[in-house]
């Protein structure tokens, strides 16, 4: 059986009275993500690691920040669209390890429920979706509240 393995990274500029998706669950908080779509870094960066594995470019080849198709779309319909390529191309999901970085908003109660969307979503079992979250301790981009980032590991496996 051949396995692959995927890497992804997003990133997303925070803003006063933006809506902050993440995992596919909203956030309740004074700053929101800013993006073409729904801004959800998570997500978008499941998305980059499962195209990366199955090599097949990323995110942006596919949902191009400059197609009206995608503006303001919900992430999670991007996500189905991904695991369906990834199934149509021979692969199915071994398992995802995610971290989620940002000073604020605390998340850690909404993890559970991202886990159950992400899971929903993309037609999987929860215990196959890790994710994780951290502060940068106020340094850097995410440590002044000017963006939030996530990073996605995961393997594909050979149907």
Do not use: W
């Not at 390529?85 to 993890?111: E, H």
């Amino acid at each position: 059986m051949s396995i692959r393995i995927g890497f992804g990274y997003d990133v997303h500029k925070l803003k006063i009275n933006e809506e902050l998706y993440i995992g596919g669950v909203k956030i309740i908080h004074d700053k929101g993500s800013v993006g073409h779509s729904d801004g959800d870094v998570l997500i978008h960066a499941i998305c980059d690691a499962m195209f990366g594995a199955a090599n097949m470019r990323d995110i942006g080849f596919h949902f191009p920040d400059t197609s009206n198709d995608f503006k303001n779309i919900d992430s999670k319909i991007l996500l189905r669209r991904t695991v369906k390529m990834i199934y149509d191309s021979g692969y199915k999901i071994g398992n995802i390890d995610t971290t989620i970085v940002l000073q604020r908003p605390k998340i850690k109660n909404y993890i559970p429920e991202m886990k159950r969307t992400l899971a929903k979503t993309m037609n999987i079992h929860e215990n196959k979706i890790s994710v994780k979250a951290t502060t940068t301790e106020m340094l850097g981009f995410e440590g002044r509240e000017e963006g939030i980032s996530a990073y996605a590991t995961l393997i594909l496996n050979e149907k």
